[in-house]
């Protein structure tokens, strides 16, 4: 008897797997069931209980990146109007900057002491953003820290001569180290105070670990055997678990046009996929300046071609969002035109949105270029990928189920 039990239970199960939100059953007339590789081909996507819904306007959602002084110096009005008259519709804020600095009230104690409260009180603040009409981006910043290293030096990478906090020879300042399970605790709950403020999405930047040529130096404490896209999967897949809005990450404009880690990042692309719904690549000419040497309009051959290669290796599913350069260094021509074309190859490439980064938050650049074109710089068609994406969505109670309490996430960090 409980055999059989067991085996109706089992079937029950199956049965809700395959039929998706509006009731249409996936299983043929010979009654076998198609799996997720067969799906794919079809063009259908398989139920993910992982994948969180993002606002069609999210998908689409077109914007700049605004620092903690800036966003201190425009107020809430201020930055409305600096966005809107860019013609955009999003923003993203800085919470833990690449200064080490986080930009509210943080209740986790181990980071109190790096408050500068550049935003004030950060509920009125997105309210007040999404009011108007904006798509709310909240940017934390993970393993590069040149703050916390120093004043708890067991959480750090270390310089394996000195036996002090390792500096890396890109950014100059020090790193936490990635296999560390309380620095992945930090980024969670970081994930969860962005999450409580009402942000519609959250983005992780400097997901990854170092690899500039100082790092022949550097040691890594709590290193396991776990390989470095293990160590990211897994903290994805605990900020996932724990928040309920849609999660981001910064990748570097490399990953975009290569498989696996071959540069040792951690970025494997398609290994984040199960917890990620945006990729925003950073792809600078500043950051690539010998792509496509010799050849015209080289920003937007690098923009097209990075976000359709990305594309192509993630599908539909993905949104892809790459953020584009608002800054002069390493331009060929820099002008409203190199704004314009970097747009254009972000929409021909199958983008569904874009980001603009100073790192300065200054773009009366961006705003000349987004009336140069604005046939182009207005909302990307999703060509049928809104519908997919939403094929991918359970029920909401289904997503509940597989969430991390917020008591199961609990550190010292935070008591």
């Known amino acids: 008897m409980g055999r059989r039990r067991a085996c109706i239970l089992l079937s029950l199960a199956l049965s809700c797997v395959f039929f998706s939100r509006s009731g249409r059953a996936d299983t043929p007339p010979n009654g ?3 799996g997720a590789e067969e799906l794919r081909r079809e063009g259908t996507p398989p139920v993910d209980p992982y994948f969180d819904p993002i606002t069609v306007q999210g998908q689409q959602a077109r914007g700049f990146y605004a620092s903690g002084p800036y966003v201190r110096v425009k107020h809430l009005d201020g930055l409305i109007r600096a966005v809107k008259s860019a013609n955009l519709d999003a923003v993203v804020i800085d919470l833990k900057d690449g200064a080490g600095r986080v930009t509210y009230d943080t209740q986790i104690s181990v980071l109190q002491p790096q408050i500068r409260n550049y935003l004030g009180d950060p509920r009125a603040l997105v309210a007040g953003l999404k009011q108007a009409g904006l798509y709310t981006i909240a940017r934390v910043v993970c393993f590069a820290d040149p703050q916390l290293p120093l004043r708890v030096p067991e959480r750090a990478i270390v310089h394996v001569r000195r036996g002090t906090s390792w500096v890396s020879w890109g950014t100059g300042g020090t790193w936490l180290d ?10 969670v709950q970081l994930a969860r105070e962005a999450a409580s403020f009402g942000f519609d999405e959250v983005q992780l930047d400097y997901v990854r670990f170092p690899v500039d040529d100082g790092t022949v130096y550097a040691r890594f404490p709590a290193q396991d055997e776990r390989t470095r896209p293990e160590v990211l999967v897994d903290l994805l897949r605990q900020v996932d678990a724990a928040i309920h809005v849609p999660l981001g990450v910064d990748v570097f404009g490399l990953t975009a046009f290569r498989t696996g880690d071959s540069d040792g990042l951690g970025q494997d692309l398609e290994a984040f996929a199960p917890y990620v719904e945006v990729y925003t690549p950073m792809l600078y000419m500043n950051s690539m300046r010998t792509w496509g040497r010799g050849s015209e309009r080289r920003a937007f051959g690098l923009v097209r071609e990075g976000v359709s290669t990305l594309r192509e290796r993630l599908g539909p599913r993905a949104v892809i969002r790459p953020f584009l350069q608002a ?6 021509h820099y002008g409203p035109e190199f704004i314009a074309e970097q747009i254009r190859g972000a929409r021909l490439g199958q983008a569904d949105g874009f980001l603009f980064w100073h790192p300065g938050s200054r773009y009366q650049m961006l705003r000349r270029g987004m009336l140069t074109s604005p046939r182009d710089t207005g909302a990307f068609p999703l060509n049928g990928r809104a519908a997919q994406r939403a094929l991918r969505t359970n029920e909401p109670e289904e997503r509940e189920a597989r969430r991390i309490p917020s008591s199961n996430t609990s550190t010292p960090a935070n008591k």
């Open 32 to 34: 076998r069931a198609r």
């Open 327 to 332: 800054f002069e260094q390493g331009s060929d």
């Open 178 to 187: 990635p296999y560390n399970a309380e620095n992945q605790q930090l980024v």
